[in-house]
């Protein structure tokens, strides 16, 4: 049985977004390690709720470690002053809105 041709984009619809940064692949493999698991845990203990949150009048527990300075735009791996601790929405928000910025001097 022959197939049905494939749907083309229409000439009015508008070309789809290319998306120009790799969320998951320039992702550091120092993340796996026990070293960043134990700085991970040492944050998490010393500040165990959500920081923008506290910000903002709620009470919401953290559950990421989050660089408050990205370490693609020269923030320092594992300085523990460059930590801080986030809910997941909040550090998805941060680091969607982190996406579009560049690195300095580059």
């Not at 960043?36 to 165990?48: E, F, G, I, S």
Request: net charge positive; aromatic share 6%.
């Amino acid at each position: 049985m022959p197939s049905l041709p494939k749907a083309q984009r229409r000439p009015w619809q508008p070309e789809p977004v290319k998306r120009t940064y790799q969320q998951h692949a320039a992702r550091s493999p120092e993340y796996g390690t026990a070293r960043w698991q134990q700085a991970r845990a040492t944050q998490l203990a010393k500040c165990p709720c959500c920081e923008e949150c506290t910000k903002r009048g709620r009470t919401t527990p953290a559950t990421v470690a989050d660089h408050i300075t990205p370490v693609r735009l020269g923030g320092d791996f594992w300085e523990p002053n460059n930590h801080q601790s986030l809910c997941r929405p909040c550090h998805q928000a941060k680091s969607a809105s982190e996406r579009t910025q560049q690195p300095q001097g580059g």
